[in-house]
């Protein structure tokens, strides 16, 4: 067959019902069936909605078949079945005798029979352009383009095996079509209900037809999405009488902005209007894939009109010496006649949504006007209202009358740290015209210089700061200030105290020293060094005892420098664990201090450390300890150290094999005392030593 080469011009170009179906991607391909019910015939469309399996169908060709599943009300118990036969592509030579005359039936015959295939948008005049697909996109462009044509025309579609009119209904029945592909049951085939009865169905009407009328332009406007599956193009008319309609093209209107993932709701139609202020009518209908076209839209109507071409100009801003403000600007008085009035619009922001009319419906002919200054910052513009309703603005001006006053302290300060350390503070707004923000300003120490944080004003009557909970202090200190668009800074707020939240457990108490005498077993222990502890509590564990577990046998509120407490309730010879925690006033628990495990027997602490003596070394600015040790399993060596009758404090653990100590963290004039205490590796008590070194 000799090549076609077609040109097809329409707005849009999507395929509807079939073309539709196939930009979805089905693992199998579907014979899709629709069918238009009238009283004396049921028309069929069918089409196959891949690309691939729609070559070898046209190939094979299709078998249709009518089951009579329902006869006057009843369903028939064996469906009644009558076939039709088998539908091809009409031969080459059918298709020549009509190409020259039908653009659908020659984009049909070209995607059946042509050597190759291609589309040009345009005319051959415009000279030639690229393919809107390229050579690897073929097969699917051959089968999109003829499935849109056959939607446009049913003759066609007949033509080309996609289509028939059944003619041999009767009233009152229902049935059921099929159509297979032939020899082909990887297609899954297609079927299709028609009800026969004696009202026949009548096409919708076109919903939500709009115009909107412009300078040399109408946009027509319909809702699409309802009726996408009954009208597969639609035709607009145009009248300049309001009577007399003419179809503005034949080629239909479709829509091709429609997606699977986003379907378009609306069709738009553009028309050019080519006299303004003339009265033009719009209608439109629709046409489905059998030829049929539904009845007339309603009409809209209206007229083009002339857009305001001419800007205001502001050339004068000034303030006068009564703090009024006297606004001048041009406008060309030939234009005059183009307007209905000027208006004045102010806004403290320039915000686009900030302005509004403060000088109302002004004369034509006026280019000047004094207002009242609405704030620190204002900004104006004039506005020129067209007689149509339409409107040009100048560009915007500033001006600011002179301004010292800062704005209002901010009050009611509170704030509050949480557990992640940070502090959320809150105050009262400010009310101020010219307000820009606030800054936020901390301290970390009662009367120091508390220093700014935020480097621009911020907005909200509301800051979040990160606080460093494991620091040494306790609390924050903020305070805040307001600031207006002239960098005037208000005084600052009160200072408030923010306390931070307890994360940080206590430390754990120390023992001191143990002894068991006569059944009892007594201990003593330093409290723990932590300010805000408030109680501390003995455990004991009786080993020898099967899944023995720890038991609380003493708890103080009471704060004393060292504790002591007799345990009585012993029995002889068994072995003893203790241990000691410490609870601060959040009910923070400090870790477990060292366990001593202990014999009820008499064992006396021994005394480990002999000789101990504390040498003033001022040319090297430190105090040397020297001692002797009397045992050799020692495991280690601890010193605590208190300075000047202050709370001791740990200050080394030795190895056991070591017997001097260098303290180079001294100060002159200061009185250092030193307890020393060895650890066994027999768990054997020990004495502790204790030396007062003035340096």
Known sequence: MKRFLFFFM????????????????????????????????VRLRWAVDQAVAWQKANILGFTLKRYTLVRDGKTLTTPEIKDFGQFFPAKQKEWEAIVNKNDHAAIVAQALFGDSFEVELGSQKQGKLESILNKSQESEQRFAYALMAADLDFDVATL?????????????????????????????????????????????????????FQDKSVILSWEYLQLRDVYTSYFVERSEDGKNFATLSDLPVMNMNSQPQKESHNMIFVDSLQIANKPYAYRIRGK????????YSSIVSGKGHKKLEVTPRIKTAKVNDDNKITIGWEFPKENEAEIQYFELLHSPTDKENDYKVV????????RSVIVKSESSSNYYKVKAIGKNNDNRESFSVLVQPEDSTPPAIPTQLKAKIDSAGIARIEWKPNTETDFEGYHIFRGNQKGEELMRITTQPIKEAKFNDSVQLTNLNRTVYYYVTAVDFRENQSEPSEIIEVEKPDIIPPQMPTFSKYEIK???????WYKSVSEDVALHQLYRIDIDEQNAVAKKIYETKELNPIYTYQDKELQSDKRYVYFLKAIDKNNLVSKESQ???????????????????????????RIDLIWKNQMNDITEI???????????SLLTTLNGQQNYLEDKNVTVGTKYTYLIKAMLSSNQPSTTEKITVEY
């Open 10 to 41: 329409v707005l849009i170009i999507p395929i509807y019902l079939y073309s539709q179906q196939a930009v979805e991607s089905e693992l199998q391909p579907h014979v899709r069936v629709k069918t238009g019910v009238k009283q004396n015939e």
């Open 160 to 212: 080309a095996g996609w289509g028939y009119i059944d003619k041999t209904i009767k009233p009152n029945e229902r049935y059921v079509y099929i159509v297979e592909v032939n020899q082909e049951k990887s297609i899954e085939k297609g079927e299709a209900l028609a009800i026969i009865e004696d009202k026949e169905f009548e096409l919708p009407k076109p919903l939500d037809f709009i115009g909107i």
């Open 288 to 295: 489905n894939i059998f030829g049929d076209f539904g009845p």
């Open 359 to 366: 000088k109302n419906k002004l004369s034509t002919n006026i």
């Open 518 to 524: 006569d059944g009892i077993i007594t201990l003593e």
């Open 595 to 621: 366990h001593i495990t202990l014999r009820n027997i008499d064992l006396r602490p021994k005394k480990v450390i002999s000789n101990l003596t504390g040498i003033v070394n001022t040319q090297k600015g």
């Open 638 to 648: 601890v010193i605590y150290r208190q300075k000047d009758g202050e709370k001791s």
